[in-house]
RNA sequence: GGGCGAGUGGCGGAAUUGGUAGACGCGCUGGACUUAAAAUCCAGUGGCCUUAACAGCCGUGAGGGUUCAAGUCCCUCCUUGCCCACCA
């Protein structure tokens, strides 16, 4: 019998030639422009945009093709669509890399960008990323700066802009200031001599004026989580109060800020920033040489010194005693460098008995603590026997001593209520001593005071107790004989803590807080929300946020102080003593004192010149320029002298979004029209390091320039999304000092720009790290290939049958794909995307004709992974895939074909599906599933107790 | 110390959000083609038991819990990544 010769699936068709192709394709786009946005149209529009790199020497990373290539599926998808797509780039190029490179190799950074700008772009263009080039922007460019400076004026016309004397960062050696990415412990990064800091006059950006509104108006936006939850965190808004402190014996006060008003009574001392400009007002004679001396070593301390050593407090006493409001106590007043000069007031009121760092402090200096606050166990009931009581957690190394009452069934620490005259040292002695037996014993702890509220089972009464613990330490076994006459009942025995907190927890006294405190000792300094007050006079028995509102009530009342916001934000430092970045358009006039240059004079361009160090006084290389440096002043025309400093490098990026949609307009910063047609920025991509500062630093300039009226949007980005980094094949960061550098030309050259595009959407998911992996592309190479090849299988004339399988299946497949690369381009969910574009290709593999509408499907949904080749294929075959095909809801729904059947949760069977499924309800099939020969094996004749259908997945038969 | 995540085969990772765990790819094994290799094609591939198949048992960092049903939800713990870090 004649065999039918089994059809050849080899790829025996010429290989594709990517480097051909690719470029034939790269020209066509490149001479028919093809992804230029329209200004105006009536389509809807779609601005996406990537955070424009900073070409640096070292070219493109795989890094930044991860980001192009992913968006550039979502606008490819968005063109065919029918969308007005704006996908534009540009260059942020203004900073101390190229400056470096110019001090090192004697190039001016105008070139040293021209040639790495010219790099870039030869690279980005080799990817057929479709960015609309016709909008080219950079940040150097006078044309662009120009606005950059315009908009710093109107900065400084509200005055948002400033000049105040700030610390930096200063190399002795290099004699220059430095960034705080140029300290590496506590080091300039360049000679290693040690930094120090030093105080010059910067320009400042008044971005906590906005700090609120961008806390709130994160809800309007569609920001991944995290990236809100940053930005939230680095703002960092507390709610609290300023307290006024009149210094005892004079005129003076000090101003605190606290985020416990309600803990006032627990102030016992206060703590001011070494820093703090009152020190010096305050100091007694006595003690003016260590204070001096504190001061002196503090300043020499590096941050990163002033945090490694954050564990073991410093401070000195000023001599001097501050009273505490509200009960008049005089308590002293110190300096420590565990107190921020630059948050809140600078000042604090400390509170060791609910603040770690203060608790700390207390214990180091033998300084009073008292407890206004106890953790509270239970609701308080008003009919409660109200009683003071004291507790013993006895502890050797590890374990503590819990005593069991058998008749009760309940356990307890060694407690009771105090005699007549006793202190609580007294009770607890005599309490060890009846309830143990120990009477060779030492008290070596406090553990704090706790309010519980229960019912007291052996008693039978609701007690609401003031509990003191004390933490015991046995000096010997010892004990005495007549103990344990009244308590027979108990038993103790020795326990782990976690044992001794399951243990105690049941009997509802919060004993197991002392147990817990007596292993952690930082918990004795208990803050937390759920307390009561004591000690704490019109206070007492409030919980902690009515003592809060009462305490700040009392506090406004008196005139004392009042409720207060405090920010971890501080103003943005807008100064950089450098040569390259945008110059500051102000000017000092001797009679006029500091003068914004007028708007007509933008932009004051940066002069060329011959050495770009900074000088040997701090200032920027600009200030040796003396023939640019001298100007008039634009007010009187008098002789001025022009601002020297320079912007730092986030300024250009700050705004560069809106340049975008006009970017040759020479009039304004951005016509009306366009801002209002294109913003606000539909999907902006960046990576997470860009949180904190890029992204609030553009969302206040926006608001700022929306508050004048010059935008028409508050918020500028819709949506914020952030791309995970691409690792070494090791796992490790690429650097080009671990040699584990992948440079993209490579893997072009290699295996063609849409092999690296598809891949690295392939790669994993787009929002986490993953590493490269030189196997793993080849895996794409051949998907592509295989793609390639099934050109041979295509036929215009053969279509099949989609009312009889297996062309029923084949639609249905081809809906299902459609579906999920639609829903997963949309989430950008890349990699599994190409996993079902990869199973269709597979599919269609295994026929030996594809329809028409087989390929288009195909080619459609790979092309904004693999365009070149989609381009090369479609032109070839004379095909149409301009449109984003559509599916079929119906068709879509992915229905198994059989039905699983469990008995008691495991599976045991299954049902196949024939053709006509759809004849299947539940009841069938579960009649279906019980007649199984399997199922029965398992039901062993039983009767099943519940049977339960999952449409169209399983059934569960629960016996 | 605080905040946010993550832990699934030999590896990268899927899993319609509580319903057949391991899609897709890599790697590996066997076969076809070849003088041979590469490339390509076909088949297999979580572990254990088994000559093999059938069947079975185990299996999503560990331990508990909720549920007819848990990778997914809840509690405790372990490991690990990133960001911030004396913020009163």
Redesign the pocket.
């Known amino acids: 019998m004649l065999r039918e010769p089994q059809h050849?699936?080899?790829?025996?068709m010429k290989k594709y030639d990517h480097k051909k192709v690719e470029k034939k394709w790269q020209k066509v786009w490149e001479k028919e422009e093809p992804y230029k946005a329209e200004d105006t149209s009536d389509k809807e529009k779609f601005y996406c945009l990537i955070e424009f790199p900073y070409p640096s020497g070292a070219g493109l990373h795989v890094g930044h093709v991860r980001s192009y290539a992913a968006l550039d599926v979502m606008v490819r998808k968005a063109r065919m669509e029918g969308k007005n797509v704006l996908y534009p780039i540009g260059w942020d190029a203004f900073g101390l890399p190229t400056e470096n490179y110019a001090i090192k190799h004697g190039i001016h950074p105008i070139e040293a960008t021209k040639e790495n700008v010219k790099v870039f772009k030869r690279q980005i263009k080799g990817l057929g990323i479709s960015f609309d080039w016709s909008r080219e922007i950079n940040t150097t460019e006078p044309e662009y700066y120009k606005w950059t400076q315009w908009i710093f004026l109107q900065l400084y016309k509200k005055g948002l802009a400033y000049k105040q004397e700030m610390p930096i960062n200063w190399c002795p050696s290099c004699k220059i200031g430095l960034a705080n990415e140029e300290v590496v412990n506590g080091a300039c990064e360049r000679c290693g001599t040690e930094s120090e800091r030093r105080n010059i006059k910067q320009w400042m950006l008044k971005i906590t004026e906005y700090a609120d509104r961008l806390i709130e108006d994160l809800e309007t936006v569609n920001y991944l989580?995290?990236i809100k939850?940053?930005q939230i965190?680095?703002i960092?808004r507390?709610y609290?109060a300023n307290v006024n402190f009149k210094v005892k014996d004079s005129d003076k006060q000090v101003e605190?800020?606290?985020?416990?008003p309600d803990t006032l009574f627990g102030a016992t001392y206060m703590v001011l920033?070494p820093e703090h400009e009152l020190v010096e007002t305050l100091i007694t004679e006595e003690y003016r040489g260590e204070v001096y001396e504190y001061q002196e070593q503090a300043r020499h301390k590096s941050?990163l010194e002033?945090?490694e050593?954050?564990k073991d407090?410093?401070g000195v006493f000023t001599g001097a005693y501050a009273i505490n409001p509200v009960n008049n106590e005089e308590i002293p007043i110190w300096i420590a460098?565990?107190?921020?000069?630059?948050?809140?007031?600078?000042?604090?009121?400390a509170?060791p008995a609910h603040?770690e760092?203060?608790f700390e402090f207390a214990k180091k200096f033998e300084l009073p603590i008292h407890e206004v606050i106890v953790k509270k166990f239970g609701e308080t009931n008003p009919k409660a026997d109200r009683r003071d009581a004291v507790a013993a957690v006895v502890k050797n190394d590890d374990k503590v001593l819990v005593l069991y009452n058998k008749k009760f069934d309940v356990y307890r620490l060694p407690s009771g209520g105090y005699e007549k005259g006793e202190t609580a040292e007294e009770t607890i002695g005599r309490e060890m001593l009846e309830e143990t037996g120990y009477d060779d014993f030492e008290i070596t702890g406090y553990l704090g005071m706790i309010n519980a509220n229960f019912y007291l089972v052996d008693k039978k009464v609701q007690r609401e107790k003031f509990h003191k613990g004390f933490l015991i330490t046995l000096n010997s076994e010892s004990k005495a004989e007549t103990a344990f006459e009244d308590h027979e009942d108990y038993e103790g025995s020795w326990c782990t803590q976690?044992e001794a907190i399951e243990k105690l927890t049941p009997y509802g006294g919060g004993e197991e807080e002392f147990v817990r405190r007596a292993f952690d000792p930082?918990l004795k300094c208990f803050a937390g929300s759920e307390g009561a007050m004591v000690n704490s006079d019109f206070l007492n028995g409030l919980d902690v946020e009515n003592a809060m509102q009462a305490m700040n009530k009392w506090l406004e009342d008196k005139g004392i102080g009042k409720a207060a916001k405090?920010?971890?934000l501080r103003d943005w430092v807008f100064s950089r003593q450098h040569y390259w970045g945008e110059p500051i358009p102000i000017v000092f006039c001797d009679k006029c004192g500091e003068v914004p240059v007028p708007e007509e004079q933008l932009p004051i361009t940066l002069p060329m010149v011959e050495k770009y160090e900074p000088t040997d006084t701090g200032e920027s290389p600009l200030a040796a320029i003396e023939d640019w440096v001298n100007t008039t002043c634009p007010t009187c025309g008098g002789v001025a002298k022009r601002e020297t400093d320079t912007m730092p490098n986030w300024a250009g990026s700050s705004w560069y979004f809106l340049r975008y949609l006009d970017p040759k307009n020479k009039k304004e910063f951005v016509a009306q029209d366009k801002l209002k047609y294109w913003m606000p920025v539909d999907l902006y991509n960046g990576g997470?390091?860009h949180?904190?500062l890029h992204l609030l630093y553009s969302r206040f300039w926006n608001k700022f320039l929306y508050d004048i009226g010059a935008v028409p949007v508050s918020e500028p980005y819709k949506r914020r999304v952030s791309h995970g980094m691409i690792l070494a094949t090791d796992g490790e960061k690429m650097s080009k000092s671990r040699g584990n550098v992948i440079n993209p030309d490579d893997v072009v050259e290699e295996y063609g720009a849409d092999v690296l595009r598809t891949y690295e959407m392939?790669?994993?998911?787009y929002d986490?790290?993953?590493?490269w992996?030189t196997?793993?592309i080849?895996?794409?190479?051949?998907?592509l290939?295989?793609v390639w090849?099934l050109q041979e299988k295509y036929d215009e004339s053969y279509t099949f049958n989609v009312d009889e399988q297996p062309g029923k299946a084949r639609d249905k497949l081809l809906h299902q794909v459609i579906k999920e690369v639609t829903n997963d381009v949309e989430s950008m969910?890349f990699?599994?995307a190409?996993?079902s574009i990869?199973?269709l290709t597979?599919s269609l593999?295994?026929d030996e004709k594809i329809s028409k509408f087989e390929i288009e499907v195909l080619l459609s949904l790979l092309n904004p992974f693999a365009p070149h080749l989609v381009s090369e294929i479609t032109e070839t075959l004379k095909l149409k895939i301009e449109k984003w095909p559509v599916f079929d809801p119906e068709k879509a729904i992915?229905v198994?074909?059989?039905i699983?059947v469990?008995v008691?949760?495991?599976?045991?069977d299954?049902i196949a599906l024939t053709a006509d499924e759809d004849k299947f309800d539940e009841d069938t099939i579960k009649e279906l599933a019980l007649k199984s020969e399997?199922v029965k094996k398992?039901l062993a004749g039983k009767e099943p107790k519940?049977v339960?259908y999952?449409k169209d997945?399983?059934v569960?038969i629960?016996v």
């Open positions: 050849d699936k080899r790829i025996i989580d995290k939850i940053q965190n680095w960092g507390s609290g605190v800020y606290t985020t416990r920033a941050d002033r945090t050593l954050s407090k410093t460098d565990y107190v921020l000069a630059t948050y809140g007031t600078g000042a604090i009121m509170v603040d760092r203060d976690q930082s405090s920010y971890k997470m390091e949180t904190t392939f790669i994993g998911p986490q790290s993953v590493s992996d196997n793993g080849k895996g794409v190479k051949r998907f290939d295989k090849a969910k990699n599994t190409v996993s990869m199973i597979n593999w295994s992915i198994t074909k059989e699983v469990q008691n949760g495991k599976n045991r299954k399997n398992y519940r339960i999952i997945k399983l569960n629960v």
